[in-house]
C-alpha cells in the first residue's frame, strides 16, 4: 500500500462523486422550514428537475433511495392482484419487481439476457399477445446498471403504441438522468423514478418520481396507496409540509439546489456530451485491453450502451482481483460485478463495473484508467498495453467534433 495516499476517488456506478460545491452548499445552519427561503428553493427545484427530465408534469421529492421511488411508483398506480410486464435486461428491473411481488401484484417477465436490450419485436409480440390487456404496466430501466445495457425507451413507447395497448409505461432513470437524454414528455413516459446520487451529484437521499397525465388516471383506481408515499397529497396539498409528508430533508435540498445549479450553467446538452464523450473513451481503453486476452465490454454494441456505467469482463476471479488492487494500492473503488446469470443476485468475480456518471473530467477518469491499467500489468492480467493512449485519443478527438 505504498502508493495509496492522495484523495481517495469512487468509480462506481452510484453514488457518485459529490462535487466540493456542493458539499460546501450543505455545510450550514439549519434553515427556517416554515416559510421564506426554504418554500422558494423546493419550487424552483420542482421547476429544474422537471428541465432534466424534459418533463412538464408534476413531480414528487422523497426522503429516500432509489428503492423508495420505485415502491412509490407502484403503489400511486396500482391494485393488489394486477399484472405487470418487466422487461429485463441484467438485474434492475428485478428489484423493482421483486417489490412488485411482495406487494400482491403478479409479474411476467421478458427477459433478454444479461447484455441485450429490449428487443422491441419480441415486445411488441408479447403485447399484442395481451388481448384481454390484462397487463396495467411496462416496467424498465433506461441504463441497466448491472449490465450496463441502454434501453430504446423511445421504442418501447412505439411498440405500446403500435400494439395499441394501454399499459403504462414505467422507466427507472436512477442511473441515467442528467447523464444521456431521456425526454420524458416527447418519447411518451408515464411514469419515470429517479434518484439524487447518480447524475444529480448529491448524497444519497432523495428520490423522486415524474408523473405523465395517464398515471394519475391510474392513481385514481390504485388501491395499493399508502399516506406517505401519496401523490396527491405531495402535489396539491396546501400545506409545504405535505411536500415531503413531514420535515423536508433540509440539507439535501440545498446540495440539489448547487447540483442543478452546475448542470444548467453547463447546459443538459453539454452535460449528455461530456458522458458521452467519457463513455467512449472507457470503451476505447477496454478495447485497447482486450487485444490480448479475456477483458471485454459486457454489452458488445456500442449503440446498446449505458453512457453512464460500463460493465467489463475479465477471466474468472480477475475483476475481483482487480478492484481490490485498485481499492488497496490505489484508493481507487470500482464497482462490483453484480451477478447476471441468476434470478437471487450475488456478486460476480469476473465483472467489474466502472461508473463515469456525473462529476467526472478526463483526468479523474484517466486516473481509474491508469489504475486498473497497472492492477492488470501488477496481477499479470492478460491484457495489451495502450489503453490509456486509446482512452487519451478518443478524448481529443471527440472534443474537437461538433455534436452529434
Ligand atoms: C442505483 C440504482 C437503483 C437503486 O437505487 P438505490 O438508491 O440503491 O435504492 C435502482 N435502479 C437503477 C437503474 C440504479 O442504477
Same mark, same amino acid.
Given at each position: 500500500?505504498?502508493?495509496?495516499?492522495?484523495?481517495?476517488?469512487?468509480?462506481?456506478?452510484?453514488?457518485?462523486?459529490?462535487?466540493?460545491?456542493?458539499?460546501?452548499?450543505?455545510?450550514?445552519?439549519?434553515?427556517?422550514?416554515?416559510?421564506?427561503?426554504?418554500?422558494?428553493?423546493?419550487?424552483?427545484?420542482?421547476?429544474?428537475?422537471?428541465?432534466?427530465?424534459?418533463?412538464?408534469?408534476?413531480?414528487?421529492?422523497?426522503?429516500?433511495?432509489?428503492?423508495?421511488?420505485?415502491?412509490?411508483?407502484?403503489?400511486?398506480?396500482?391494485?393488489?392482484?394486477?399484472?405487470?410486464?418487466?422487461?429485463?435486461?441484467?438485474?434492475?428491473?428485478?428489484?423493482?419487481?421483486?417489490?412488485?411481488?411482495?406487494?400482491?401484484?403478479?409479474?411476467?417477465?421478458?427477459?433478454?439476457?444479461?447484455?441485450?436490450?429490449?428487443?422491441?419485436?419480441?415486445?411488441?409480440?408479447?403485447?399484442?399477445?395481451?388481448?384481454?390487456?390484462?397487463?396495467?404496466?411496462?416496467?424498465?430501466?433506461?441504463?441497466?446498471?448491472?449490465?450496463?445495457?441502454?434501453?430504446?425507451?423511445?421504442?418501447?413507447?412505439?411498440?405500446?403504441?403500435?400494439?395499441?395497448?394501454?399499459?403504462?409505461?414505467?422507466?427507472?432513470?436512477?442511473?441515467?438522468?442528467?447523464?444521456?437524454?431521456?425526454?420524458?414528455?416527447?418519447?411518451?413516459?408515464?411514469?419515470?423514478?429517479?434518484?439524487?446520487?447518480?447524475?444529480?451529484?448529491?448524497?444519497?437521499?432523495?428520490?423522486?418520481?415524474?408523473?405523465?397525465?395517464?398515471?394519475?388516471?391510474?392513481?385514481?383506481?390504485?388501491?395499493?396507496?399508502?399516506?406517505?408515499?401519496?401523490?396527491?397529497?405531495?402535489?396539491?396539498?396546501?400545506?409545504?409540509?405535505?411536500?415531503?409528508?413531514?420535515?423536508?430533508?433540509?440539507?439535501?435540498?440545498?446540495?440539489?439546489?448547487?447540483?442543478?445549479?452546475?448542470?444548467?450553467?453547463?447546459?443538459?446538452?453539454?452535460?449528455?456530451?461530456?458522458?458521452?464523450?467519457?463513455?467512449? *473513451? #472507457?470503451?476505447?481503453?477496454?478495447? &485497447?485491453? +482486450? %487485444?490480448?486476452? /479475456? @477483458?471485454?465490454?459486457?454489452? =458488445? !454494441?456500442? $449503440?446498446?450502451?449505458?453512457? *453512464? #456505467?460500463?460493465?467489463?469482463?475479465? &477471466?474468472? +476471479? %480477475?475483476?475481483? /482481483? @482487480?478492484?481490490?488492487?485498485? =481499492? !488497496?494500492? $490505489?484508493?481507487?473503488?470500482?464497482? #462490483?460485478?453484480?451477478?447476471?446469470?441468476?434470478?437471487?443476485?450475488?456478486?460476480?468475480?469476473?465483472?467489474?463495473?466502472?461508473?463515469?456518471?456525473?462529476?467526472?473530467?478526463?483526468?479523474?477518469?484517466?486516473?481509474?484508467?491508469?489504475?486498473?491499467?497497472?492492477?492488470?500489468?501488477?496481477?499479470?492480467?492478460?491484457?495489451?498495453?495502450?489503453?490509456?493512449?486509446?482512452?487519451?485519443?478518443?478524448?481529443?478527438?471527440?472534443?474537437?467534433?461538433?455534436?452529434?
Amino acid at each position: 500500500m505504498i502508493l495509496n495516499q492522495g484523495r481517495d476517488h469512487v468509480s462506481i456506478p452510484g453514488p457518485s462523486v459529490i462535487p466540493e460545491r456542493v458539499l460546501s452548499a450543505m455545510h450550514r445552519p439549519a434553515p427556517n422550514i416554515y416559510e421564506g427561503e426554504m418554500v422558494d428553493l423546493v419550487n424552483g427545484l420542482f421547476d429544474d428537475l422537471n428541465h432534466v427530465a424534459r418533463s412538464s408534469g408534476d413531480a414528487v421529492m422523497y426522503i429516500g433511495n432509489g428503492h423508495a421511488a420505485w415502491e412509490a411508483s407502484l403503489t400511486n398506480t396500482l391494485s393488489r392482484g394486477d399484472t405487470v410486464l418487466a422487461l429485463v435486461t441484467g438485474r434492475f428491473t428485478r428489484g423493482w419487481t421483486d417489490q412488485a411481488e411482495f406487494m400482491g401484484i403478479t409479474v411476467e417477465n421478458l427477459d433478454f439476457g444479461p447484455d441485450k436490450p429490449v428487443d422491441l419485436a419480441v415486445l411488441l409480440d408479447a403485447l399484442k399477445a395481451d388481448k384481454k390487456q390484462r397487463i396495467k404496466a411496462v416496467l424498465t430501466v433506461h441504463t441497466d446498471t448491472a449490465s450496463s445495457v441502454c434501453n430504446d425507451i423511445a421504442g418501447i413507447r412505439g411498440a405500446l403504441d403500435e400494439a395499441g395497448h394501454p399499459a403504462l409505461l414505467m422507466v427507472d432513470c436512477i442511473a441515467s438522468l442528467a447523464c444521456e437524454r431521456f425526454e420524458m414528455d416527447s418519447w411518451g413516459v408515464d411514469v419515470m423514478v429517479a434518484a439524487c446520487q447518480k447524475g444529480l451529484m448529491t448524497p444519497p437521499g432523495l428520490c423522486f418520481t415524474f408523473i405523465g397525465k395517464k398515471a394519475w388516471d391510474f392513481y385514481k383506481d390504485a388501491n395499493l396507496k399508502t399516506p406517505y408515499w401519496d401523490w396527491d397529497r405531495r402535489v396539491n396539498g396546501p400545506a409545504f409540509h405535505q411536500k415531503f409528508c413531514g420535515t423536508p430533508p433540509t440539507h439535501h435540498l440545498y446540495g440539489l439546489r448547487e447540483a442543478l445549479d452546475m448542470i444548467i450553467a453547463e447546459g443538459l446538452e453539454s452535460v449528455w456530451r461530456r458522458h458521452k464523450i467519457l463513455a467512449h *473513451a #472507457v470503451w476505447a481503453a477496454v478495447d &485497447a485491453w +482486450g %487485444e490480448k486476452g /479475456a @477483458i471485454q465490454c459486457q454489452v =458488445a !454494441d456500442p $449503440a446498446e450502451r449505458s453512457l *453512464a #456505467v460500463t460493465t467489463i469482463k475479465t &477471466a474468472d +476471479g %480477475e475483476a475481483a /482481483a @482487480i478492484r481490490q488492487w485498485c =481499492a !488497496d494500492e $490505489a484508493g481507487v473503488t470500482l464497482g #462490483v460485478g453484480l451477478d447476471l446469470n441468476t434470478a437471487i443476485g450475488g456478486q460476480s468475480s469476473s465483472l467489474f463495473r466502472i461508473g463515469h456518471m456525473g462529476h467526472l473530467n478526463p483526468p479523474m477518469l484517466m486516473g481509474t484508467l491508469g489504475a486498473a491499467d497497472s492492477a492488470m500489468k501488477a496481477l499479470g492480467v492478460e491484457h495489451a498495453s495502450g489503453a490509456l493512449d486509446a482512452a487519451s485519443q478518443v478524448l481529443a478527438r471527440m472534443v474537437a467534433v461538433p455534436a452529434d
